[in-house]
């Protein structure tokens, strides 16, 4: 019963925004992770951001850091994924996961997340 739906990818400029919201439903425990993941062409799968749903901690990669920030909205249910200053770079398949923890594994695996959504396709390009 756990789903969680990714919208708000597109085709972006160079040093343009995006934001990705995460659409969370199902969910009973008090608090949870959920974390935004990205996947290129022949790359693995990478860790971008995660927050806690219910203490708003926030962590970020350093490549990332200054760029995009990571915010929730209880009342709705979601997370949302600001992004400033794409880089091609910053192409991929988005994802929306959510860690059920404890322990949270943060951004160190992917097999610590217990759902996936269905991914959101961001392109950076000119």
């Known amino acids: 019963q756990v789903q969680l739906v990714e919208s708000g990818g597109g085709l972006v400029q160079p040093g343009g925004s995006l934001t990705l919201s995460c659409a969370a439903s199902?969910?009973?425990?008090?608090?949870?992770?959920i974390g935004w993941f990205r996947q290129a062409p022949g790359k693995e799968r990478e860790g971008v951001s995660c927050?806690?749903?219910?203490?708003?901690?926030?962590y970020y990669t350093n490549s990332v850091k200054g760029r995009f920030t990571i915010s929730r909205d209880n009342a709705r249910n979601t997370v949302y994924l600001q992004r400033n200053g794409l880089k091609p770079e910053d192409t991929a398949v988005y994802y929306c996961?959510?860690?059920?923890?404890?322990?949270?594994?943060?951004?160190?695996?992917?097999?610590?997340?217990?759902?996936w959504g269905q991914g959101t396709q961001v392109t950076v390009s000119s």
């Open positions: 996961a959510a860690d059920l923890g404890p322990p949270y594994g943060l951004l160190e695996s992917i097999y610590e997340y217990d759902s």
């Open positions: 199902g969910f009973t425990l008090e608090n949870y992770v």
């Open positions: 927050i806690s749903i219910s203490d708003g901690w926030k």
